[in-house]
């Protein structure tokens, strides 16, 4: 007992005299380096935000660096991204501008102002920038490929083909170069010049999706349907979830009498972009022509909610409404029709006989006297076929154009410019998407996966003890918080003083490192706590991640995730904690470890669709289809929909 008792004298005295200690060291901290710690620590979260594409967060991180330190370029910068992805282009030029005030020497800023620039039409300026950004880095080619793009987009097609040839002579080998030329050939109407200039893109890169839509749409042009339908295979494996390559298709399909292809097409291209006009409009003429009516109507039933006063659109479902029963649905679509084109004879014809199937005499008889006036010599009674081998342009209002296709009124190369930031943020594309990890949070979340509420027992536990507001929640994604939400988190971590509850809010809001050290601090005090080795393994694989697309070697911090996950299970296996490490298998390209523990977290709790989900994914990597796409159908009959798309795809 006094040995006890000594040992914890010792102890207290060891503690006193460590804490005098770091007071006397702390002292000895100028205070400049606590506020370049803080500014760079906020400067990094930002950052991080920005890779988890937070857009929002991450401005709010970059204002408050702002607010210490106006004069550093970075968090300028930075905020110029963030704005540029959430499409406030005018914003982050602005913020470009301020960090080229800053420091005039970073090409990167030049080349996002000129980014901002092109979304605003403002080609000449953005020429400006690019030539400024090759003052300092006259070799880089994505600079020059973006200004000779802005000298195609003002109609100088002569000097972008002069820079063109110069481009060809430093990069010989860059397939995009001749494909640029072929899109200035074809605005000067050279056809010849521009295939020519498409075939040596595609000699130096057969893979390039684009170039072989290009190729197609000049052979659908020239009315060359076998030829462009080719050319638009290729393109469609190389570019399988582009919506305009199937619409293209299917007009070349169409115009070879293979209606079931045209049909399947436009039936691709709608689930890749459920929204597409053309899509539902040549969709809906398809149908009726092989008398699928109703579905033809539910097509343009759609069109016109698109396009409201569309007039092709209104008379063809009038046809349709007609012919399934529904005489006065009819009328009304035919009347605005014929308000527009009084002398659409064809029309009047079609309404004088809705007016009699309804016993209306009188306006059919006064529909038919005009056309009778008129002594118009029309066949009568029944729908003329869908026209073959004629198509309308999309802007072309002849009435009389009803039953032809439509085509886009202008179909050219997509200007694809260059970027370090070009597409998501973290630039990192991934032909497959794994659900992500499930975390505590502070947010309830809305789970993708219908009828599923997260639950565990020490969760719950925990959150007895806490008031309403502070309730945690395990939930699989990270949440994007509002501005005001963003600045309310601020204010209150630093009102929260248990450590694990902090970290959880210090999560949401992205700030990794403090939640690590937070939680690191937590379990020298509580080494058996399970949910703070399950946080801090989860912050940890979000930082690892942001590391990594900074060049940095994230290996052994990746170890320490499987070390603090394996430590939690140990202490109390939940599903959600084998299906983390499942996630964790499948970064090290271990599919057989990560099948294990997606199977294990199934066996805790089988409606865990993301465990399904992922399962699925980890068996089609490891080779074995059809087990990965019976557990994607699982996925989605427990509500992951996007499970199906992907079955799709290994079906095919």
């Not at 073959?388 to 999309?394: A, E, G, L, P």
């Amino acid at each position: 007992m006094l040995d006890n008792h000594s040992n914890s004298s010792r102890n207290r005295s060891g503690k006193s005299v460590l804490w005098s200690l770091l007071i006397f060291l702390f002292s000895f901290i100028p205070q400049g380096a606590l506020a370049q710690f803080n500014t760079d620590r906020l400067l990094m979260n930002g950052r991080s935000a920005l890779y988890y594409e937070d857009y929002v967060l991450s401005i709010q991180y970059f204002n408050q660096v702002i607010s210490a330190k106006p004069y550093l370029y970075e968090p300028w910068y930075y905020r110029g991204v963030a704005k540029y992805y959430l499409d406030d282009y005018s914003g982050a030029e602005s913020d470009c501008s301020e960090a080229i005030s800053r420091n005039p020497f970073v090409v990167g800023i030049y080349e996002l102002r000129g980014l901002c620039r092109i979304q605003q039409k403002k080609y000449q300026e953005a020429i400006s920038d690019y030539n400024r950004a090759l003052h300092y880095e006259p070799e880089t080619s994505s600079l020059w490929h973006n200004r000779a793009l802005c000298r195609l987009q003002q109609k100088d097609y002569e000097g972008a083909l002069a820079e063109l040839d110069t481009m060809s002579v430093k990069w010989s080998k860059n397939a995009s170069i001749p494909a640029m030329k072929a899109q200035a050939y074809l605005q000067q109407k050279d056809t010849a010049q521009a295939i020519a200039a498409l075939e040596q893109s595609l000699e130096l890169d057969a893979y390039n999706g684009r170039v072989w839509a290009q190729r197609a749409v000049i052979s659908l042009a020239r009315s060359e349907w076998k030829e462009g339908e080719q050319s638009l295979d290729k393109a469609i494996h190389l570019l399988p979830r582009d919506a305009g390559l199937y619409i293209n298709r299917a007009l070349a399909r169409f115009n070879q009498n293979n209606l079931r292809g045209a049909m399947s097409d436009y039936d691709t291209a709608l689930d890749y972009d459920p929204n597409n006009f053309l899509g539902h409009y040549n969709r809906g003429l398809l149908r009726a022509q092989v008398g699928d009516d109703n579905r033809a109507i539910t097509d343009f039933d759609f069109v016109l909610k698109l396009e409201p006063d569309n007039l092709m659109a209104l008379y063809n479902r009038a046809l349709l409404l007609e012919q399934t029963g529904n005489p006065r649905a009819a009328i009304r679509d035919y009347s605005k029709v014929i308000e527009q084109y009084p002398n659409f004879w064809t029309g009047l014809h079609q309404r004088a006989q809705c007016y009699r199937k309804l016993g209306m005499t009188k306006q059919a008889e006064i529909d038919e006297f005009r056309i009778l006036k008129a002594q118009i010599d029309k066949r009568y009674g029944r729908q003329p076929r869908l026209s073959k081998r004629q198509m309308r342009k999309r802007s072309d209002e002849d009435i009389e154009k009803y039953n032809q296709l439509a085509v886009a009124d202008e179909q050219e190369m997509e200007s694809d410019y260059q970027t370090a930031w070009r597409g998501r943020v973290q630039n990192r594309r991934v032909a497959l998407d794994y659900m992500p990890m499930y975390v505590l949070s502070t947010e309830r979340q809305q789970s993708v996966v219908k009828h599923y509420v997260a639950f565990d027992r020490h969760v719950d536990s925990l959150n007895h003890t806490l008031p309403a507001d502070r309730q945690l929640y395990i939930v699989c994604t990270t949440t994007t918080l509002s501005e005001a939400a963003t600045q309310r988190y601020f204010s209150r971590i630093g009102q929260l003083s248990n450590l694990l509850e902090r970290a959880v809010a210090l999560s949401v809001i992205q700030n990794y490192a403090d939640a690590i050290d937070d939680l690191t601090t937590y379990l020298q005090t509580d080494s058996t706590s399970s949910l703070a080795y399950w946080q801090r393994a989860v912050c940890q694989s979000r930082l690892n991640h942001f590391n990594a697309s900074q060049g940095t070697d994230v290996r052994m911090k990746t170890a320490n995730v499987l070390i603090d996950l394996n430590r939690a299970i140990e202490l109390d296996a939940n599903a959600y904690l084998y299906y983390n490490r499942g996630n964790v298998s499948v970064e090290r390209q271990d599919f057989s470890g990560a099948i294990s523990d997606y199977s294990k977290a199934i066996e805790l709790d089988a409606n865990l669709a993301e465990a399904w989900y992922n399962r699925g994914l980890a068996r089609i990597a490891a080779k074995h289809t059809q087990e990965g796409i019976d557990d994607l159908s699982k996925a989605g009959e427990l509500g992951l929909y996007t499970a199906y798309s992907i079955i799709k795809k290994y079906r095919q």
